[in-house]
Every structure is written in structure tokens, then in C-alpha cells.
């Protein structure tokens, strides 16, 4: 079958850093996307990886390996804004998406 | 420019009415996603759309629920009688078509979140 696994929650500290991991296992694979969904709001769109590496946006970075089913968020020099869950979704062959249930990332002062 | 458009944000309703939800996708965009989310089971795909022909509705729950895009800016999502297990956030999502190594991010509405009483 196809899942995606992710940690429930983390707690992270204003100005720290964090990394938010995944793992899949899906029929083929066309990539890797992560989005943010703050509580009460839609998810929005942070990256997509389908090779392997980092990809640097800023304070966001996003790591694939396709031969682990790997993936992890980078988020440096937390803010209070960041608290949110997190989700990370694969693209399988049939170019569907496979949701994680999502990371839900408190930020503490 | 504007972003996908969902009416309407919030409905409450009693049980074995009909609800509808509503869905302006982003211009230009060729597929359109009607998805659910609620704390037990996350974010599920219920249909989406390619050019407006449904290509996949096995996300669809039961027969109760309905969905219809009859134009490229214009969709339904109807459940029809609604049962308090329908209470969840509705989202409909549209994005561009890409294969190969163009791949092109999902866009999602605000949502609709759906009580029933």
C-alpha cells in the first residue's frame, strides 16, 4: 500500500532550528511536495523536490533521497509565525498525491 | 491575482438536509480537487477533475455525495441527505497540469467548514 509517515507534533524553540521528517512508500514516485497549514487556514505550498538534494527557499530548505524515501524541512531561525502543521505529500506514478497526516510544530518563546 | 475561490465559508445545517459547496478554480488552471479534512483522518482526496471531466471519484465516501463541474470556472461539491459524520473542512485545491519534470504545486481555497447538527 502507500503511506507517508511523519511525526504528530514537535516543539521547537524561537530562533532554533528544526527539521520535520518523512518518510514514503508509494507506487512510483514524481516528487515530493511540503506544504504549511496554520490552524483555521488552507495549506499553502513550500517546495517540491524530485531529484535528489537540498533545495534552499530562505529560512526553508527541503532534502530528498529517493532511494531511502526520504525527506526532511529544514526551518532555521524559528518565529513565532511558524508555528503550524506541516505536510508532506508524494506524487505517486499515476501523478496522485499521497498526504501525509501532517506535523503539527509548536514554536516556544 | 485571485486564488481559488470557496463559498461559502462556513455552513451549519441539520441532519438529511442538502448541502452545497462551491468552487471557483484559479483562471487557467486545468485540474480542480475537492478534498475533506478533519483530526482523525487528515486531508482526504474526494474527485478531481481534468478539463473538467472526473477522472477519479473513488475518495467519494458514499452515493450521498456528488460533484459536477460543468465549466472551467465553476464546481459542486452536494451531499445529499447530509449526516453529522460529514462535519469536516472541505477544501477545493486547482492547479496547472504538468508531467515529467514539470510539476506544478496544488492551490487551495480557504475552505468550507460544514457543521451538521
Known amino acids: 500500500g502507500q503511506n507517508i509517515d511523519q511525526p504528530t507534533e514537535m516543539t521547537a524553540t524561537e530562533g532554533a532550528i528544526v527539521q520535520i521528517n518523512c518518510t514514503y512508500q508509494?507506487?512510483?514516485?514524481?516528487?515530493l511536495f511540503w506544504y504549511q497549514q496554520h490552524a483555521g487556514e488552507a495549506p499553502t505550498f513550500l517546495s517540491y523536490?524530485?531529484l535528489d538534494g537540498l533545495e534552499e527557499k530562505g529560512r526553508f530548505s527541503s532534502f530528498l533521497s529517493r532511494s531511502k524515501g526520504y525527506s526532511y524541512l529544514l526551518l532555521k531561525e524559528l518565529q513565532m509565525k511558524d508555528s503550524a502543521s506541516y505536510l508532506c505529500?508524494?506524487?505517486?506514478?499515476?501523478?496522485?498525491?499521497?498526504w501525509g497526516a501532517g506535523t503539527k510544530l509548536i514554536i516556544k518563546p | 491575482d485571485a486564488g481559488v475561490i470557496q463559498s461559502p465559508r462556513h455552513e451549519v445545517t441539520e441532519m438529511g438536509q442538502e448541502v452545497t459547496l462551491r468552487c471557483k478554480p484559479i483562471?487557467?488552471?486545468?485540474?480542480l480537487f475537492w478534498y475533506r479534512q478533519t483530526m482523525m483522518r487528515g486531508l482526504e482526496l474526494l474527485i478531481y477533475?481534468?478539463?473538467?471531466?472526473?477522472?477519479?471519484d473513488s475518495g467519494m465516501p458514499e452515493d450521498r455525495f456528488s460533484a459536477k463541474m460543468p465549466n472551467a470556472s465553476f464546481s459542486t461539491l452536494k451531499i445529499q441527505p447530509s449526516e453529522p459524520r460529514d462535519s469536516a473542512v472541505y477544501f477545493c485545491?486547482?492547479?496547472?497540469?504538468?508531467?515529467?519534470?514539470?510539476?506544478?504545486?496544488?492551490?487551495f481555497g480557504d475552505g468550507t467548514r460544514l457543521s451538521i447538527l
Open positions: 477533475f481534468n478539463n473538467n471531466v472526473p477522472i477519479d
Open positions: 483562471s487557467g488552471h486545468d485540474y
Open positions: 485545491a486547482s492547479s496547472l497540469g504538468g508531467t515529467g519534470q514539470v510539476i506544478q504545486p496544488q492551490h
Open positions: 523536490n524530485v
Open positions: 508509494t507506487s512510483g514516485f514524481n516528487g
Open positions: 505529500a508524494a506524487l505517486d506514478s499515476n501523478y496522485q498525491l499521497i
